[in-house]
């Protein structure tokens, strides 16, 4: 059974730093997609960044160069980095997996299989 496990998140001061964590488990082999994405209340999920199968990586061009997407292979755990932020940064924050999502699908929600439980980033001005 494949899993994500989030962690990091919760009250954040303005200005300050997100560091966000993504762990899987469960997938047969070493090769499979990992999203970023963002939810505030009454809007779509808005895809953040990806990290493909292949190791590329992809940014939605509203966020390219705020945020930043790294992974640890040894530890099956993709990171979301984010400095300086506001309180337009909060939001419930979503990583997701697939087996594999090609360069113009990755921001596509329902393109995802797994989840993980999303923690509320909340940025306080």
């Known amino acids: 059974e494949v899993q994500l496990v989030e962690s990091g998140g919760g009250l954040v001061q303005a200005g300050g730093s997100l560091r966000l964590s993504c762990a899987a488990s469960?997938?047969?082999?070493?090769?499979?997609?990992i999203a970023w994405f963002r939810q505030t209340p009454g809007k779509d999920r808005e895809g953040i960044s990806c990290i493909t199968e292949n190791g590329k990586i992809h940014y939605a061009d509203s966020v390219e160069g705020r945020f930043t997407i790294s992974s640890d292979k040894a530890k099956n755990t993709v990171y979301l980095q984010r400095d300086s932020l506001n309180p337009a940064s909060s939001a419930v924050y979503y990583c997701?997996?697939?087996?594999?999502?090609?360069?113009?699908?990755?921001?596509?929600?329902?393109?995802?299989?797994?989840w993980g439980q999303g923690p509320q980033v909340t940025v306080s001005s």
């Open positions: 997701a997996a697939t087996g594999c999502i090609d360069d113009f699908g990755w921001r596509v929600s329902s393109f995802y299989d797994y």
């Open positions: 469960g997938f047969t082999g070493d090769e499979y997609a």
